[in-house]
């Protein structure tokens, strides 16, 4: 049995290095969650980006690896 760390956070995309953003769109926020081996995700409107909540940390984009070039 191997564990993986997960942790909640704002979905990464990988390609662009921001958040997924999202506009009032819980179902696409959770689906996207869910693919990625998360629990649970909704679009978090004040930062209108996709939360996502027991994703592996790999998924979720963070603050101090952020290349998204001041962008969302």
Known sequence: LIGVKTDNG???DKYAGCKVW???NNESCNS???I???NYG???FW???CYCE?????ELWHYETNK???RM
């Open 10 to 12: 704002y979905l990464l």
């Open 22 to 24: 999202c506009v009032i």
């Open 32 to 34: 996207e969650c869910k």
């Open 36 to 38: 990625r081996r998360g």
């Open 42 to 44: 909704y679009c978090y």
């Open 47 to 49: 930062k209108l980006a």
């Open 54 to 58: 027991g994703a592996p940390k790999s």
């Open 68 to 70: 998204c070039n001041g």
